[in-house]
């Protein structure tokens, strides 16, 4: 599933965000969506039907895929997280139905009810990145003089 937003700010937090390095802006980037992300995972948790557990607990937030579920992926945005239970096949099957079994949705229900608050902390979280990066900078530069 694709996801695209658009909100108010963008400008400046893309112009406040560029001061940094690549690798700078990328773990930013990181932190900010992994832990609104896990908004999003907590919700799925609660939501997905249990028989073992397995599949509870294999719901993470992650920047890779397995080597099944890349085969699948284009890249779409320089920045990726992965919201979602592992490559077993009981995660989809659950979601979709299958093998006999009717769909017992988890993912799109969670997403469906945390997308403003995991919208809204992604933009709380970039700035609170980028305010810390600002002041680690401030901090080097009277140690360097």
Do not use: C
């Not at 965000?17 to 609660?46: C, H, W, Y």
């Not at 557990?53 to 699948?72: F, H, M, N, P, W």
């Not at 769909?103 to 709380?124: C, E, F, G, H």
């Amino acid at each position: 599933m694709k996801v695209r937003v658009s909100f108010v700010g963008g400008k400046e937090l893309d112009a406040a965000l560029n001061q940094f390095t690549p690798s700078k802006r990328r773990a930013i980037g990181r932190v900010a969506l992994d832990n609104a992300g896990e908004i999003t995972a907590k919700a799925m948790r609660a939501l997905v039907p249990v028989d073992t557990g397995g599949l509870r607990e294999s719901i993470d937030v992650s920047g890779t895929l397995s080597r099944a579920q890349k085969s699948q992926h284009t890249k779409q945005a320089e920045q990726e997280r992965f919201i979602g239970p592992d490559a077993r096949p009981a995660g989809h099957l659950r979601e979709f139905g299958g093998d006999g079994n009717a769909p017992q949705p988890y993912a799109r229900p969670a997403w469906d009810q945390t997308k403003d608050q995991v919208l809204d902390r992604i933009s709380d979280e970039l700035w609170v990145g980028i305010e810390k990066a600002v002041k680690s900078a401030a901090r080097r530069a009277l140690r360097a003089k």
